[in-house]
């Protein structure tokens, strides 16, 4: 999930296993963990604190549609 894959990222020892892991195609990981940490964001906003507002759900919309071409491509790991 997209908070695991945040979680692993989050922490300096795991981080560099796990980009490791995923070979060449997870190397985005850490170039866009920035728009990682804003999507969590958002969505935990969303979901835990019920309501974002409608500019947020769109910069959300944004955000993972710039990232999922690339997560989608880590299936193939």
Request: with cysteine.
């Amino acid at each position: 999930t997209l908070g695991n894959i945040y979680r692993a990222l989050e922490q300096p020892g795991l981080r560099t296993e796990f980009v490791n892991s995923l070979g060449e195609s997870g190397q985005f990981l850490l170039t866009d963990f920035h728009v990682l940490k804003k999507i969590k964001t958002l969505r935990d906003s969303a979901a835990h604190g019920g309501d974002i507002g409608r500019r947020q759900a769109s910069e959300l919309r944004d955000l993972v549609l710039k990232i999922l071409p690339k997560i989608v491509a880590l299936r193939s790991c």
